[in-house]
């Protein structure tokens, strides 16, 4: 837990005055391994996230903790040729950055990420791309999340 309470004050010192962004929640299922979520400031020229796990019961939680920092590419941003539809022809705002992930007793690990914002038949879905290696759906709530399909999509 204190390794959420530093990552959230880091978050709030990051993207500045609370004028500059909302604030925003998104959820996933992993695989029906666990619940997880991203609290993000949700600003037109940036986003910044904080990664975790939330405790279900039945469900395990682990203690990885990210961070995500991204600038608006919305303009610039081509959808890769591989990536469903559904994604490609519904984007809202596309987030490029990186993510910083830790682990107790592990190495942080680091990736190229886009946070791809779509809204499919008027429900926003959040597609979170590793980039050149897969994306995966997080939903605003945790009902939502479970009601979907989790699965990621994997490049070729």
Not at 135 to 153: G, I, M, Q, S, V
């Amino acid at each position: 837990m204190p390794t959420l309470v530093a990552a959230l004050m880091f978050l709030a010192v990051a993207v500045g005055p609370a004028s500059a962004a909302s604030s925003g929640e998104w959820h996933r299922n992993n695989y029906g391994t666990g619940h997880e979520r991203l609290i993000c400031r949700e600003g037109t020229t940036s986003w910044s996230c904080v990664y975790d796990n939330v405790s279900e019961p039945g469900l395990p939680a682990g203690d990885t903790v990210a961070h995500f920092t991204g600038r608006n590419v919305t303009d610039s941003w081509s959808c890769p040729t591989w990536f469903d539809a559904t994604v490609c022809d519904n984007v809202v705002a596309v987030y490029r950055g990186v993510s910083t992930y830790t682990a107790s007793g592990n190495h942080p690990v680091t990736f190229l990420q886009e946070y791809i914002v779509t809204d499919v038949g008027g429900q926003e879905i959040l597609q979170q791309y590793f980039v050149d290696l897969f994306y995966c759906p997080w939903f605003r709530t945790w009902e939502e999340a479970l009601a979907a399909d989790y699965n990621c999509t994997f490049a070729p």
